[in-house]
């Protein structure tokens, strides 16, 4: 195997062939996937480092790699050893990549980035910060394609369909309602490059990202006719006559050789800038009218129709069920648990019911100063042993038949300290009062951030973590365009849209907590005030009775906890076993 000085070598070769003076690497796929299939990880190849996360910046005589705290300790090791150096993102000095670009690189230098990686909106984003130092940004073809000569190929894993009870409306209507909303728009052809947009239109489910029930495609809306770009190989024969009578296939591969061909110069092509790469930019016939906006799926998908709910509704409960077994197995059985067999334990506990498909993402179980890292991942090494007394941040989520869960539960391992009772309730208290808060139609998710923060913002605490991402129906556990947070996302909350609600708090090298449920936006009723919307709670899922105090707590929120226990108890006690039964009935005792 190639040492990484050596990549970097040959690396800067293609770079002088190329005419180019650096190299950017931002470890995406052409379909800005958050998880890549092995052939387009390649900040991991061309440094070493395999986090999640992180821009490689290469230039004739350096090598940089920025990545954010998450990763310091991991991105040492790794690089340890080659040319690499890192850059530890936010931290004093440090600055970000384009602006190291900007302050280290002669007038007149070209950079190049791979065009399938980069969207047509950081492609400008980026042609305006480097222009203005007079440098130039290059769209070019994938440079380590020409010295990676191992590089895995793209996945083409079997595809399968969704019965159209499940995903409650047929891929015909859907591809029916863009063709309108693309008529209004005064378009004659949209282009759907994002995966999970693409698998809801279609209500297909694949298998080629990791995580994320969706597969390498394409798809091209015409007024009368559809085409999707995927190898026909992953679809059986049956599949593949059903998807024939509403879209023609092409391969995947081919999308940018047979644009030219099904496009013509005077249609008026629809895309999304967020989600559409240069390649397929430079694959547009020349002179073609260009329409821009949010890909008209993300809105319906966002959306979910009650059957979906129904579905999600169904998840949940499936989910609750090996929630209490693993919280009554964690406290009852003795065993000597690690983070990793934790998050294991668990996995397998859902994979006993067999509407259970796998993990929605990767697990995080973190044990005391690891929890208070908000996405730490444990590794072989980082792995601890839950042993004395602390706190463990569990946030995991399961892909089932008809559904997706994600779900947060702080566990108490030991005896509880005042102060993590303390901060525990304040997060609680912060879970509890954005649940319950009733809201006007048109409604900003920004404009609901503070309830969740409220509390421990009295105490001169917060988090830095958004409090809501936007949760798919058995497809991404991030999905657009909706959010919580004080970012200011103008996407106005509605019915159907699926929610986390999921505060929290994190004391540096000590102990982390987060109480992560999933809501529902729902029809709230009109007053003469207008339309008003709430939220519905799907995650079921007893709190940790031991970290609350209930001194902090009103008696509004008193009645709230008492009546979420009791429908927990309600929905989950004739699934359970009896010694889990009453267990259960312990720990959803009211308060009061």
């Given at each position: ?27 995406t ?11 387009w ?9 395999t ?46 990549h384009?602006?190291w ?38 769209p ?25 009870r499940?995903?409650?409306?047929t ?5 029916e ?39 390498l ?20 024969s ?14 995947y ?12 110069s005077?249609d ?11 390649g ?24 979910k ?10 998840a ?6 090996a929630?209490?077994?693993?919280l ?27 509407e259970?498909?796998?993990p929605?993402?990767?697990p ?22 839950l ?11 399961g892909?089932?038949?008809t559904?997706?869960?994600d ?7 030991g ?10 309730t ?67 909350l509605?019915?159907?849209?699926v ?11 000590r ?22 919307l ?12 031991r ?6 707590l ?14 927990v ?24």
């Open positions: 195997m190639q040492g990484i000085d050596a990549r970097l070598g040959q690396l800067r070769a293609v770079m002088k062939d190329k005419g180019l003076d650096a190299w950017v690497v931002n470890g796929d052409p379909h800005l996937s958050e998880y890549v299939a092995p052939r990880r390649t900040r991991e190849w061309i440094s070493g480092f986090g999640s996360a992180g821009t490689v910046v290469v230039t004739a005589n350096r090598a940089l790699l920025w990545a954010d705290s998450r990763y310091f300790i991991q991105a040492e090791q790794q690089l340890a050893g080659t040319s690499f150096e890192l850059q530890k993102m936010d931290t004093p000095q440090v600055v970000d384009i602006t670009i900007t302050q280290n690189l002669p007038e007149k230098s070209r950079i190049g980035m791979d065009q399938s990686t980069l969207t047509v909106s950081v492609w400008r984003s980026l042609q305006k910060n480097l222009g203005a130092k007079r440098l130039e940004l290059v070019t073809s994938d440079a380590l394609d020409v010295i990676w000569l191992d590089r895995p190929q793209a996945p083409c894993l079997p595809v399968v369909a969704m019965e159209d499940i995903a409650g409306e891929r015909k209507n859907k591809l309602r863009i063709r309108q909303s693309c008529q209004k728009a005064g378009c004659t052809h949209t282009i759907v490059s994002s995966l999970d947009d693409i698998a809801w239109i279609l209500n297909l489910r694949g298998q080629d990202v990791q995580y994320s029930p969706v597969f495609s394409y798809l091209l809306i015409g007024p009368t006719a559809a085409w999707l770009f995927a190898q026909e190989s992953r679809f059986d049956s599949l593949r006559k059903d998807l024939q009578q509403d879209v023609l296939i092409l391969p591969d081919q999308v940018a050789a047979q644009l030219g061909g099904l496009l013509q005077t008026t092509i629809y895309i999304s800038p967020d989600k559409t790469n240069m397929i930019i430079k694959a547009l016939p020349k002179g073609i009218n260009r329409k821009e906006g949010r890909d008209f799926s993300t809105d319906f998908k966002a959306a129709s009650e059957i979906e709910l129904e579905g999600m509704r169904r949940h409960l499936l989910d609750g069920v929630m209490v077994k693993l009554y197995r964690f406290e009852t059985s003795g065993t000597r648990y690690t983070e990793i067999s934790l998050a294991e334990e668990l996995h397998a506990l859902r994979g006993e019911h067999p259970y498909l796998g929605s993402f990767g995080i179980a973190g044990y005391r100063g690891h929890g208070a890292l908000a996405h730490y991942s444990a590794t072989e090494e980082s792995n601890s042993a042993t004395g007394e602390g706190l463990v941040v569990l946030d995991t989520g892909q089932y038949l559904g997706m869960t779900i947060t539960r702080t566990l108490l391992f005896d509880a300290t005042e102060e993590m009772q303390r901060d525990y304040l997060v609680l208290k912060g879970n509890l009062a954005l649940a319950a808060q009733r809201f006007p139609k048109g409604t900003y998710g920004y404009q609901l951030d503070v309830l969740a923060r409220q509390f421990l913002w009295q105490y001169g605490l917060s988090y830095s973590h958004g409090t809501g991402h936007g949760v798919g129906f058995r497809l991404n556990v991030h999905e657009g365009p909706q959010n919580i947070s004080p970012r200011t996302v103008m996407v106005p509605a019915e159907g849209m929610l986390s609600d999921e505060p929290g708090l994190y004391k540096k090298d102990y982390g907590i987060r109480i992560e449920n999933l809501v529902a936006v729902r029809p709230e009723g009109r007053t003469e005030f207008g339309e008003f709430s939220f519905e709670v799907l995650t079921l899922c007893p709190f940790e009775r970290l609350i105090l209930k001194s902090l009103n008696e509004q929120e008193v009645r709230m906890i008492d009546s979420y226990h009791g429908w108890n309600s929905e989950l006690s004739a699934l359970l076993g009896p010694d889990e039964r009453k267990w259960l009935e312990g720990k959803t005792v009211p308060l009061t």
